[in-house]
């Protein structure tokens, strides 16, 4: 069967870094890319990572209570879509029909039509334990540019 030509690619982004634009038309609803990496406990990222996170940055994606993936190791291009306040995608997570938390799998979907050009983003939902202090809303801070912008990549608590 003839592969499909790939709809994403990974470039310098205005918002961060490096980030993903589609390649072609995306239409609403369609699945675009899994988000992969190596599958860690929270104990785990937490030992490796409890520092480094401390900047804002990470490639880590909380998967459920008990996994996080970590893009760190083995990621794909999934790992350079930045979060948007006003985000053109979404990140869903298919739970396994078993229950085994392991099995459970990340996508990432267009939650509207997508032109060919434009940057894919989704909103990274981060909630952190701890109170989200004035400093540590700068540290996580957003520069999606919409109208909208919290200013901040952290999530209201519910
Ligand atoms: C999964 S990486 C995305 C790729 C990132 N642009 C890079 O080049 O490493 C997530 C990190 O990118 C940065 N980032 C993503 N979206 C951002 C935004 N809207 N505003 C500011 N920084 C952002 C933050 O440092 C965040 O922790
Ligand atoms: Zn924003």
Same mark, same amino acid.
């Given at each position: 069967m003839p592969k499909q030509p790939l709809k994403i690619e990974a470039r310098k982004s205005p918002i961060h870094g490096n980030g993903v634009f589609a390649t072609r038309k995306i239409r609403k609803g369609e699945r675009i890319v899994r988000y992969v990496g190596a599958l860690r406990t929270h104990e785990d990222v937490d030992e490796a990572y409890g520092e480094v996170e401390e900047n804002g940055h990470t490639f880590l994606f909380t998967l459920n209570d008990d996994y996080v993936i970590d893009a !760190?190791? *083995? @990621? !794909?291009?999934? *790992?350079w879509i930045n979060h948007s306040c006003d985000p053109n995608c979404e990140a869903v997570v298919e739970e396994d029909d078993k229950g085994r938390p392991e099995k459970d799998k990340v996508f990432i979907e267009a939650l509207r039509d997508i032109a060919r050009g434009e940057e894919l983003t989704y909103n990274y939902g981060i909630t952190l334990d701890e109170r989200h202090t004035p400093k540590l809303k700068k540290l996580w801070g957003? *520069?999606? @540019?919409?109208?909208?912008? %919290? @200013? %901040?990549m952290l999530q209201p608590k519910r």
């Open positions: !760190n190791v *083995r @990621g !794909n291009i999934a *790992r957003c *520069r999606c @540019g919409k109208p909208d912008c %919290t @200013g %901040t």
